[in-house]
Structure formats: structure tokens, C-alpha cells
């Protein structure tokens, strides 16, 4: 009888450990991988040329006190981007064109590189193409090769997503969340050298024209505090967009760069202008 006992708990519990490996193996295998997420999320957008997107930006500054922006962004496909963000004060001209960046504050060129909070044109621009994904997300750190199931807010309850870059609940690294059903994505997080962990939300996804797939708000949170929510007013495909709206070089030479004031007449109002630049860049970099 002793026998027969240690005979069928033995037998219980190899059927235990079998159990669990096949569980293991089945969770595993339900993870898809990084390159072949990419490729159902850039199916999902059919081609177009050119995009408008007009938008009301709530920018929240230091103190937390909101600030209202103006926006409209520019898109031609596959690589031109454009943005005019405007508030009661100053107004701002991003370019981004194959590689080359200008932003031009109240008329004078301010930067030539891309801040980190503006960085959520790349997969908006890219989504469709799944190599550039890869691209974008591997310039930003993020490891197409670690997959992950996790758990998010939606507006109707809670949603399961998947997770390139990182293995869920690790926040950690950078990584994009797809919408398990969807294949859209719902969340990115970047490191940036500036202001540090950003988090972009892509929520309510509105599907334009029976053509292309658009998120109607979007929140951006730096180290866990929102500083940004953006919700959509209009969009319209292939406009006719004129080309010379993406022309850095022109844009270029038709703006002064900042410099130093030379005559001590101009020092003043050099100043004002150097100053409201400054502002403008606190507020929406």
C-alpha cells in the first residue's frame, strides 16, 4: 500500500510539472515577437500622401498652471514634418525634413535639433512602415527582441497591450505598448537627455476617411507628471500641401539666427527677443 501511495504521488506530481511547463510554453508562445507586431500595426494604415492635423494643446508649466496652445502639424509622407504651435505670447515653427531640424521662435531660429517631447512625431510619421518603426524604436534604445504582455487604462475598462522593449510591469526602459486587439499603438516611453523618462499616451483612435488610423488626444508625461494633453479638432488627408512648408533650406534663409547685439542701441531689444525666445522654449520644449 505504501508502495502504491509513493507510486501516485509521484504520478501527480510529474503530471504537476508537465502541466506547468506546457502552461509556460503556451504564455511564451502567445508573446509575439517585436518585428512581427510592428508588421500588423503597420498594416493597419492604408497609404496617403499628406496630412493636416489641427489641434488644442494644454501645456502645464512648472507651478502646474496651465497654458493654452494652438497647434497644427504638416505631414508628407514618408519623411517631412511640420508643426506652428502659437500662444498669447509667441509662436513657433518646427520643421523636421530627412534628417534636418529647425524650430523659429517669433521669427528667429532658435534650434536646429529635435527636443525629446517632440519626438512622438516619429511613430505618428512611421507607423506605417515597419521599418522605420524598427529603425525609430532602435534609435531610441528599445529592444524589438523582448515582448511582453501588459495591462492599461482604456476609456471602457482595462486593455491588454503588448510590450516591445521591456518585460511587463518593468517601466524602466524604453519601450512601445501595441493594443492587443488593435495592433495600434497606446503608449511609448523614451529616455531623454534633457528632461529625462518621457511617456507619450496615443488614446482614442479614430480611423479617418476609412483610411487612416489617427489618435484624437494624447497626453505626454515627464518622470510621471503630465505636462502636456492634446485633443484633436480637425484633420484632413492629402490637403495639397505646398512643398515649400517643409523647405528647411528656405526656411533658413529667410530667418536670422540668434546673435549677439552689436550696437548698445540693439542690446535692448536683442535682449527682449532672446528673452521671449526663452520663454517660449520652456514652455513648450
Known amino acids: 500500500m505504501l508502495i502504491m501511495s509513493d507510486t501516485l504521488n509521484i504520478r501527480k506530481l510529474l503530471i504537476t510539472v508537465i502541466l506547468l511547463f506546457l502552461f509556460q510554453a503556451t504564455s511564451s508562445a502567445y508573446v509575439l515577437h517585436g518585428l512581427h507586431i510592428l508588421k500588423l500595426a503597420a498594416e493597419k494604415q492604408k497609404k496617403i500622401s499628406q496630412l493636416k492635423v489641427d489641434q488644442n494643446v494644454i501645456q502645464y508649466i512648472n507651478d502646474g498652471s496651465p497654458i493654452e496652445l494652438t497647434e497644427t502639424l504638416y505631414f508628407e509622407f514618408p519623411d517631412a514634418f511640420r508643426s506652428e504651435t502659437t500662444s498669447d505670447s509667441a509662436s513657433r515653427i518646427l520643421v523636421s525634413n530627412k534628417g534636418v531640424v529647425i524650430s ?62 521591456a518585460q511587463y510591469p518593468d517601466m524602466s526602459t524604453p519601450q512601445i505598448w501595441f493594443d ?50 492634446v485633443k484633436v479638432m480637425g484633420i484632413k488627408i492629402d490637403p495639397k500641401l505646398d512643398k515649400q512648408l517643409f ?5 533658413r ?16 531689444e536683442t535682449n527682449d527677443i532672446d528673452t521671449k525666445i526663452k520663454e517660449f522654449e520652456d514652455i513648450i520644449n
Open 247 to 251: 523647405d528647411t533650406a528656405a526656411i
Open 253 to 268: 534663409n529667410s530667418h536670422p539666427a540668434k546673435k549677439e547685439p552689436e550696437p548698445e542701441i540693439e542690446e535692448k
Open 104 to 165: 523659429v521662435i517669433d521669427g528667429k531660429i532658435a534650434s536646429e535639433s529635435l527636443s525629446g517631447l517632440d519626438r512622438y512625431k516619429d511613430i505618428l510619421m512611421h507607423l506605417r512602415s515597419r521599418d522605420m518603426l524598427e529603425l525609430k524604436l532602435t534609435l531610441q534604445e528599445t529592444d524589438i527582441n523582448l515582448t511582453s504582455l501588459g495591462r492599461y487604462e482604456k476609456a471602457d475598462g482595462n486593455g491588454i497591450a503588448f510590450v516591445i522593449g
Open 180 to 229: 492587443k486587439e488593435s495592433f495600434l499603438p497606446v503608449k511609448w516611453i523614451i529616455s531623454d537627455s534633457t528632461h529625462g523618462t518621457i511617456e507619450f499616451r496615443f488614446l482614442n483612435w479614430s480611423k479617418i476617411n476609412d483610411r487612416f488610423w489617427y489618435p484624437m488626444e494624447m497626453e505626454v508625461l515627464i518622470n510621471g507628471m503630465q505636462v502636456r494633453s
